[in-house]
């Protein structure tokens, strides 16, 4: 019996394997940043830039060249915990092709998150949205 729930173990792993390895086969190091996305068409990659003068959110997003897309990238905030996030900071940038998005730089000691929402202007139904980890 331990052999068989094994096997299949062993089966879904690697069917998970082949079916998740064409979408992130490829990673590219972003412009002036350590950070590494995968290029899937039209799926934000999003991150924060901490230094002394405070947190910045970034997020891009690989789209074919003719396609008008957008990103647009939220630093938020929590005061306390359960309270509600708070946007602090946020940058939207439209344009044909892959785009890149900045917000200012924010001060704060408390908990953080960035997230981005990405995908084609005209289509908000395909638009993706994904946040980082609270830090």
């Known amino acids: 019996m331990r052999a068989r729930i094994?096997?299949?173990?062993?089966?879904?792993?690697?069917?998970?394997?082949?079916?998740?390895?064409?979408?992130?086969?490829?990673?590219?190091t972003t412009e002036n940043s350590p950070v590494a996305c995968a290029t899937v068409l039209n799926q934000p990659c999003v991150w924060q830039e901490t230094n002394t003068s405070g947190v910045a959110g970034v997020a891009q997003v690989s789209a074919a060249p003719n396609q008008l897309t957008l990103v647009r990238v939220e630093v938020k905030t929590q005061k306390a915990w359960g309270s509600p996030w708070e946007t602090v900071s946020s940058a939207t940038t439209v344009k044909f092709g892959s785009a890149r998005a900045v917000t200012q730089r924010v001060v704060t000691n408390d908990l953080k998150l960035v997230c981005a929402t990405a995908g084609p202007a005209l289509d908000a139904v395909k638009q993706v949205t994904t946040c980082t980890h609270p830090f």
């Open 6 to 28: 094994a096997a299949v173990m062993v089966t879904m792993a690697g069917i998970a394997a082949v079916t998740a390895g064409p979408a992130t086969a490829a990673s590219v």
